[in-house]
């Protein structure tokens, strides 16, 4: 590891690492690589690919691939940050995952008309990406240390900002790129924006802070908890009830895979990763006390910090079930909307970037101090529970211009905004926030590990809207549906509302007993 002597320097007087142009400029060409190809995903699937599936399936059907691929992007930071922690470091787990980034980009140019090829393409976009995805923001974090962690969250509003640039010019551009010129120029594209991505990040490697990777721990999270189910209690402490709930979620994991043919393989292995984790987790926490002696106290208390975390992290999953239906469902919905005829639906995507760029210096020049002089503490908890909120409204205002269109009134598409404004509002509150927030918590061994945790409230975030697709397939369900007047759309929009008003009450609660931790490293 690259070492600094440790100072005192007062906030205006810290310094920026120089290194940090390298990884945000790096981050705006991936970023537009990403969105460039997965903005005009849906629109691909409905209007090439799945064209041999009958129309009225092929919505869903759509809908399903993309929801799946969004999952494996999500899924599998798990996978980089354990490679980087444990063996290589972030540094050239990165690089080799932006190779087979680049190769999975290549494989949608190519294969355009080969739905095996494309998902394969697909496959290795969400490998990659994933794999890259927490490991990129906790780099950032480890070019601070305590004397100029200050300046940790403005580069990490910065490092926001530049991948919403990068979402900006993909989303108005790809949209047009795919229509004028194809499925091969309009993938190729962002793959070529990827391979730049990659060439200047290893631009800078002589620059960089490296962590080095942690070795074999005999005190690591998992050891402490795998002592606390395992270990026998003492006096009155002898009962097994966190065992128990844990074993209860491994059978329950087990079961889930017969829904496979149902929801499928992705969707049912994300199920069962979530009974794994939930009943493991609350189990483990039951049970921690008992792992004292066996593992330092210093091992005990971390795994309790991570815990708590984890509990807030679900919490925002609902977010993420309605932030990733914008490039879903809210594109099907614009296609039953009057717009331009050279408008496409997908274009309207380009409204939340350019959004987030207008809103992250409003709040943070003009918003935040304002408040803060009426003597209104916006902490990071307050905000990210105030964003899950703001999606909510925002989903109720997108149900009832969805009632007004079954209704059978022509709706332009710039209702669409109000929506957009919303959802992007709520975005910048529990995105931007929720990055410095799970590097700043995690313990200086689980860096990646815990940014990967945050990722993966994302892909748990979209297994929600898998389930709640499955759930409509049912006829007894939409039967049950018919009878509140509502179309199956509809009454899913004003579902996922509620779903994430529920969400923001309760983690609202939760932040209330949460105490903040700093784990910038000190050298």
């Known amino acids: 590891m690259s070492h600094s002597t440790e100072t005192t320097q007062k906030p205006d007087q810290a310094k920026m690492p120089s290194q940090i142009p390298y990884i945000i400029a790096s981050e705006g060409c991936e970023r537009f690589s990403f969105y460039g190809m997965r903005n005009i995903l849906t629109v691909f699937l409905m209007t090439s690919l799945l064209l041999s599936i009958p129309e009225p399936l092929r919505k869903g059907m759509a809908k399903e691939v993309f929801h799946t691929f969004v999952i494996g992007v999500y899924f599998f930071p798990l996978l980089g940050g354990w490679l980087a922690d444990r063996y290589f470091g972030k540094y050239n787990t990165v690089l080799w995952l932006s190779l087979v980034y680049c190769a999975g980009h290549a494989c949608l140019a190519i294969f355009e008309d080969n739905r095996n090829g494309f998902y394969t393409g697909l496959f290795l976009i969400a490998l990659g990406s994933g794999g890259i995805k927490p490991l990129v923001s906790s780099f950032i974090g480890d070019q601070f240390d305590q004397s100029n962690r200050s300046l940790a969250q403005k580069v990490f509003d910065g490092f926001y900002w530049i991948i919403n640039f990068g979402s900006f010019f993909a989303s108005l551009l790809m949209p047009i790129f795919l229509k004028q010129f194809g499925a091969s120029i309009a993938f190729g594209i962002p793959g070529v924006l990827m ?3 990659t060439v200047v990040f290893w631009l800078g490697r002589k620059k960089y802070v490296h962590v080095e990777p942690v070795a074999k721990d005999p005190h690591s999270f998992l050891n402490v908890v795998k002592t606390a189910l395992f270990a026998e209690g003492k006096g009155a402490d002898q009962g097994r009830s966190g065992y128990y709930l844990a074993l209860a979620g491994g059978v329950l994991a087990i079961a889930g895979m017969f829904l496979i043919p149902q929801i499928g393989i992705v969707a049912a292995l994300c199920l069962a990763l979530v009974f794994v984790l939930g009943f493991g987790g609350a189990g483990a926490w039951m049970q921690l006390e008992r792992a004292r002696g066996v593992h330092p106290d210093i091992a005990v208390d971390g795994v309790r910090s ?54 992250i210096p409003f709040n943070n020049l003009i918003l935040y101090p304002m408040l803060k002089r009426m ?15 703001f999606s909510g409204i925002a989903w109720i205002v997108v149900g009832f211009m969805q009632l007004a269109i079954d209704g059978g009134n022509m709706l332009s598409i710039t209702w ?28 200086l061994a689980m860096k990646g590990v815990i940014m990967s945790f945050w990722n993966l409230s994302t892909t748990i975030g979209n297994l929600w809207v898998l389930l709640a697709n499955s759930s409509v397939k049912s006829e007894a369900v939409t039967e049950q549906i018919k009878t509140t007047g509502m179309s199956v759309t509809a009454f899913q929009m004003f579902f996922f509302a509620g779903f994430a008003l529920l969400a923001a009450f309760a983690f ?9 931790l700093n784990n910038y490293r000190r050298v």
């Open 306 to 359: 991570v815990l708590r975390i984890l509990v807030l992290f679900a919490l925002v999953t609902p977010f993420w079930s309605l932030f990733d239906q914008k490039a879903s469902t809210w594109v099907l919905q614009a296609d039953q909307m009057d717009k331009p005829s050279w408008f496409q639906s997908s274009m309207m995507q380009a409204l939340n970037p350019m959004l987030v760029m207008l809103l």
């Open 195 to 197: 391979f730049i991505a």
């Open 416 to 443: 669409q905004i109000l929506p957009y404004a919303l959802l992007t509002f709520g975005e910048v509150l529990v995105s931007a926030t929720g990055l410095e927030f799970a590097y700043s918590q995690a313990p």
């Open 508 to 516: 609202a609660a939760y932040a209330k007993k949460y105490t903040m």
């Open 375 to 389: 003597g209104i503490e916006l902490t990071a908890l307050r905000r990210m529970g105030l964003g899950i909120a």
